[in-house]
């Protein structure tokens, strides 16, 4: 499989890059339990010229579970203000029996 992704914005810069950005991502299945992950960036205004990496993902053997982005998840603010409350409450408990 082939992700070619362009038009990036100047909102967030990865290495100096800018809105120039070019990432190529190839993922190749090369036996029954490997898949080759290899990418390409490229970005004129960043670099002399474009440069790649790969990172092998190996069969874990296990369940896998989908990853999301947390960055606007209502759950997780209301996860961590439980957490924190459990927290000041667990101080304040502390405190009391001293």
Same mark, same amino acid.
Not at 68 to 88: P, T
């Given at each position: 499989?082939?992700?070619?992704?362009?038009?990036?914005?100047?909102?967030?810069?990865?290495?100096?890059?800018?809105?120039?950005?070019?990432?190529?991502?190839?993922?190749?299945?090369?036996?029954?339990?490997?898949?080759?992950?290899?990418?390409?960036? +490229?970005?004129?205004? @960043?670099?002399?010229?474009?440069?790649?990496?790969?990172?092998?993902?190996?069969?874990?053997? +296990?369940?896998?579970?989908?990853?999301?982005?947390?960055? +606007?998840?209502?759950?997780?603010? +209301?996860?961590?203000?439980?957490?924190?409350?459990?927290?000041?409450?667990? @101080? @304040?408990?502390?405190? @009391?029996?001293?």
């Amino acid at each position: 499989m082939v992700v070619d992704n362009t038009n990036f914005n100047n909102l967030e810069s990865f290495r100096g890059s800018d809105e120039n950005l070019h990432l190529i991502e190839r993922l190749t299945r090369i036996d029954a339990d490997t898949i080759i992950y290899r990418c390409t960036i +490229g970005d004129p205004t @960043a670099f002399t010229k474009p440069w790649s990496g790969e990172i092998p993902f190996l069969e874990s053997g +296990g369940l896998l579970y989908g990853y999301a982005c947390h960055e +606007g998840n209502e759950g997780m603010k +209301g996860i961590l203000s439980a957490a924190r409350a459990d927290e000041k409450r667990a @101080a @304040a408990a502390s405190v @009391a029996h001293q």
